[in-house]
């Protein structure tokens, strides 16, 4: 079991390692939300958004990855491939990416991978059985599965994933479960 008391991952979970990218410390985030209390009940996360990293893993390097100027870095990485999962920042701030629509809008989870077809012949294509089965898949899994628990956001999902179908900001800030950045407003 992981143990969060302080928003990071301090054992449990296989691959794990904490990476503060630069800029991303705990002051680099405004705002703290209680994780243990989804809304609903109190202050906190709500969803889970999952989003690719359209690139490959930088051969390691986590914060290439990052150095592209954008300063929003997500809570976690994970690289299914190699079976790592970096942690940027706690989680019990607000992802910077999203918090304007929801300044307590949850938990964001890069995905060290392509989505778009024009990448499809790339190693890193997310889509093509013959770089990315059920292993890692399932890696994947089990740390949504650890996340859900720590935090009590459910592993359910109301969104369509075969097309973008973006939320409204009022029905995002409401959304409980895990969706995809295509689902974000915008």
Same mark, same amino acid.
């Given at each position: 079991?992981?143990?969060?008391?302080?928003?990071?991952?301090?054992?449990?979970?296989?691959?794990?390692?904490?990476k503060v990218l630069s800029g991303s410390g705990d002051?680099?985030?405004? @705002?703290?939300?209680?994780?243990?209390?989804?809304?609903?009940?109190?202050?906190?996360?709500?969803?889970?958004?999952? %989003?690719?990293?359209?690139? @490959?893993?930088?051969? @390691?390097?986590?914060?290439?990855?990052?150095?592209?100027?954008?300063?929003?870095?997500? %809570?976690?990485?994970?690289?299914?491939?190699?079976?790592?999962?970096?942690? %940027?920042?706690?989680?019990?701030?607000?992802?910077? $990416?999203?918090k304007s629509h929801d300044d307590m809008a949850g938990?964001?989870?890069?995905?060290?991978?392509f989505s778009s077809s024009s990448y499809s012949s790339?190693?890193?294509?997310?889509?093509?059985?013959?770089?990315?089965?059920?292993?890692?898949?399932?890696?994947?899994?089990?740390?949504?599965?650890?996340?859900? $628990?720590?935090?009590?956001?459910?592993?359910?999902?109301?969104?369509?994933?075969?097309?973008?179908?973006?939320?409204?900001?009022?029905?995002?800030?409401?959304?409980? @479960?895990?969706?995809?950045?295509?689902?974000?407003?915008?």
């Amino acid at each position: 079991d992981a143990k969060w008391s302080d928003g990071w991952i301090t054992s449990g979970f296989d691959g794990y390692e904490k990476k503060v990218l630069s800029g991303s410390g705990d002051s680099a985030h405004n @705002g703290d939300f209680v994780t243990s209390q989804p809304k609903g009940g109190s202050k906190g996360p709500n969803k889970i958004l999952l %989003h690719s990293t359209e690139g @490959g893993n930088a051969g @390691g390097d986590i914060e290439a990855i990052y150095n592209n100027g954008s300063g929003f870095p997500p %809570h976690f990485t994970i690289d299914m491939k190699n079976k790592k999962l970096y942690q %940027h920042y706690p989680i019990t701030k607000p992802a910077d $990416a999203i918090k304007s629509h929801d300044d307590m809008a949850g938990i964001q989870i890069e995905i060290i991978g392509f989505s778009s077809s024009s990448y499809s012949s790339s190693p890193w294509y997310l889509y093509n059985e013959n770089n990315y089965g059920d292993e890692e898949w399932e890696y994947l899994a089990k740390f949504l599965n650890t996340l859900s $628990a720590e935090t009590g956001i459910p592993l359910e999902t109301s969104v369509d994933w075969t097309k973008e179908s973006r939320l409204s900001v009022d029905a995002f800030k409401e959304y409980k @479960g895990v969706l995809g950045h295509m689902h974000a407003p915008d």
